[in-house]
């Protein structure tokens, strides 16, 4: 850690706070009589703090001030679409009828909730162009587990159990990978051509009777737009594959063109990134999956429907189905119904017309920032990008200067840093993704300090180097943050 | 960059040396990944091994990467200290860091010093 000026406003840990015998709670005097604990369960090594109420409220509440997020300054982190979370989803997610109903309610008692769920449902089926879809998966990579077990499922309910091998170009997410060798898939490595796109050659030489599908993320992690991908998406089908659609990139598509008109088979959504949830700590996520025609027997069972059709004085009653050759339960009651509320009031408030919107100012933001820094930073790929883009973070006027210097000497500068070493297919890369949500002014003081900062990485590299100069602590140490696990100032003595 | 002429190279950027059937992670894939902070010999010995399979999983402050089999082979053995000291790779990838051994192994498919110098330079553009 770098001598730092503001270090002198570090807060102590919450053991440095404590004092024996202070106590956050009175306890009321016992009605029942007193009994001690077992010997053998009380522990004298496990020094809990010991703290008042508003010491512990001081603590985190000062604690929380040194943190960066959506709410006090852009957040462009590439790949993970940071946008502005809109309060009025908190506003609605509050209502008490959502907040606390109950998942075990009979469903005649909370039809609402059901009708929001089916709801959603049908507007994530409009905007990706797919047939049904689950809203269960907690997350993305739930949802490409859900999604790669539905294939799965697919190939094998047609006696077709040959097939072992998931294709993966190289720019992918590595949860693609991850989900893949989780459902005991092979996963097969699909190297990117010199424009970006998936190399056809490769697809095709890969393309066998032992193919399941292909993870595809279009646009891709280095924001272009597949030019193929009409093409690839053939070459896969034509061996009995099926393609998978890494909805992490939706964003750059919502109300212009639909995954399932493209050809995918399925796709998961990431309502944390494209429809406002909160991502992150704020989380937790939701990641549903949308199945064209042939695949929707095979969700997760239940989805929600319409189990007794209304009459003219009756509504529809809204329940729980179970798709024919459902995969079963991949999440305990019915995901995280806070999120759909939440997701469900971004929807509808900025409607078809919004959605597009968002989708066309994603672009545009994220090639504003592109222009700016053409010229400063070099832009593999150089293509009309997406709603994000990746350039390199190193000069070979600035020798020793790396992405990760520039990403710490962005934080002097009030920035969020953007996704650094991602994807792995660019040297040093600083993948930068500014969403819809921020005005011009914003976007220029970004790519000002940017520019500023590939200029002092030639002049005064120490600047870099050192950085982080302004924040509560200095450059942290990553290697021994990552080699060494034991993270906290005592560990309970071990048994013998 | 140091690359070794007695030595043959995988495009993957894994060395195996024909001499001593070590074989391991070359100068120019830990330099990309920078300080490794785990790795996980994924074979045992005893295992036949397919050139192009996994051997060990890396993993760096920077990224997290698969290093695979230079050679179709048998396992003859594994180097129980990296576990431990996953830093070996950086600062001895070709001594202290072999990742494992194995015998009886056809080299024709491997590169040579040169042509891996030219391969590496390719790729740093």
């Known amino acids: 850690m770098t001598e730092n000026l503001a270090v002198s406003i570090v807060e102590p840990t919450i053991y440095d706070l404590s004092s024996p015998g202070r106590t956050g709670v009175t306890f009321p005097a016992p009605d029942v009589p007193k009994a001690e604990l077992p010997q053998g369960l009380l522990r004298s090594d496990l020094p809990l703090p010991e703290l008042g109420e508003v010491d512990v409220v001081r603590h985190y509440t000062n604690l929380s001030t040194f943190n960066y997020n ?22 609605t997610a ?19 909730n059901l009708v929001l769920m089916y709801q959603l449902q049908e507007w994530l089926k409009e905007i990706s162009g797919f047939a049904a879809v689950t809203l269960q998966p907690a997350a993305g990579a739930h949802g490409e587990l859900t999604g790669v077990l539905i294939m799965h499922a697919y190939h094998n309910s047609r006696g077709d159990i040959k097939r072992k091998k998931m294709l993966i170009p190289d720019s992918a997410h590595g949860t693609n990978p991850a989900s893949s060798s989780m459902s005991g898939l092979e996963v ?4 990117s051509d010199g424009r970006g796109n998936l190399d056809l050659a490769a697809l095709k030489a890969a393309c066998d009777e032992t193919v399941v599908g292909l993870m595809l993320t279009n646009p891709n992690t280095l924001g272009l737009f597949d030019e193929h991908l009409e093409e690839a998406i053939q070459i896969v089908h034509t061996c009995g594959g099926l393609v998978y659609g890494d909805g992490a990139n939706l964003n750059a598509l919502l109300g212009i063109i639909r995954p399932g008109d493209m050809g995918f088979d399925l796709m998961h959504f990431n309502l944390h990134k494209t429809f406002s949830t909160p991502h992150g700590g704020g989380g937790p996520g939701s990641g549903p999956v949308g199945v064209s025609e042939k695949l929707a027997d095979f969700l997760p069972s239940p989805i929600i429907g319409i189990v007794e059709e209304g009459q003219d004085d009756r509504l529809p009653l809204y329940g729980f189905l179970s798709p024919a050759k459902s995969i079963g339960r991949i999440k305990s009651f019915n995901g995280h119904f806070g999120m759909f509320v939440r997701a469900y009031t971004y ?8 959605l597009r919107e968002i989708a066309e100012y994603a672009v545009l933001n994220a090639n504003y920032i592109k222009a700016r820094l053409n010229g400063k930073y070099a832009i593999p790929y150089d293509r009309t990008c997406m709603h994000e ?14 992405a ?3 990403a710490k000497r962005l934080m002097d500068y009030e920035f969020h840093p953007p996704t650094n070493y991602f994807p792995l297919i660019v040297h040093e890369a600083l993948m930068i993704e500014p969403t819809e949500t921020e005005n011009k002014a914003t976007l220029d003081a970004f790519a000002d300090a940017l520019i500023k900062i590939a200029e002092e990485a030639k002049t005064q590299p120490e600047l870099l180097k050192e950085a982080p100069h302004k924040t509560p602590f200095g450059r942290m140490d990553e290697v021994k943050a990552a080699r060494d696990l034991v993270l906290c100032c005592w560990l ?4 013998e | 960059m140091n690359i070794p002429a007695n030595l043959k190279y995988t495009k993957t950027d894994e060395w195996f040396d024909p001499s001593t059937g070590k074989a391991g992670l070359t100068d120019y894939a830990q330099s990309q990944l920078s300080d490794i902070v785990f790795v996980e010999i994924v074979v045992a010995v005893g295992d036949a091994v397919k050139s192009g399979k996994p051997i060990a ?30 830093e070996i790779l950086n600062s001895d990838p070709y001594g202290k860091g072999w990742m494992i051994e194995i015998e009886g192994a056809d080299v024709s498919g491997l590169m040579d010093a040169g042509a891996y110098t030219k391969y590496c330079e390719e790729r740093s553009h």
Request: hydrophobic share 40%; net charge negative.
């Open chain 1, 70 to 91: 959506v709410d006090n300054g852009l957040y462009p982190l590439g790949s993970c679409t940071m946008k502005y979370n809109p309060k009025i989803n908190e506003d």
């Open chain 1, 94 to 112: 509050r209502l008490p009828g959502f907040a606390f109903a109950h998942p075990l309610q009979p469903v005649e008692t909370v039809q609402g």
């Open chain 1, 492 to 495: 309970p003595e071990v048994n």
């Open chain 2, 57 to 86: 999983s890396v993993e760096s402050v920077k990224a997290a990467a698969e290093s695979y089999a230079p050679v179709t082979a048998k396992v003859a053995a594994i180097n129980e200290g990296l576990a431990d000291n996953p």
């Open chain 1, 404 to 406: 990760l210097d520039i």
């Open chain 1, 347 to 354: 929807i509808a408030m900025h409607g078809a017309e919004g």
């Open chain 1, 389 to 402: 883009f990746v350039v390199e973070g190193q000069w070979a006027a600035a020798p020793g200067v790396r």
């Open chain 1, 188 to 191: 097969v490595q699909i190297p």
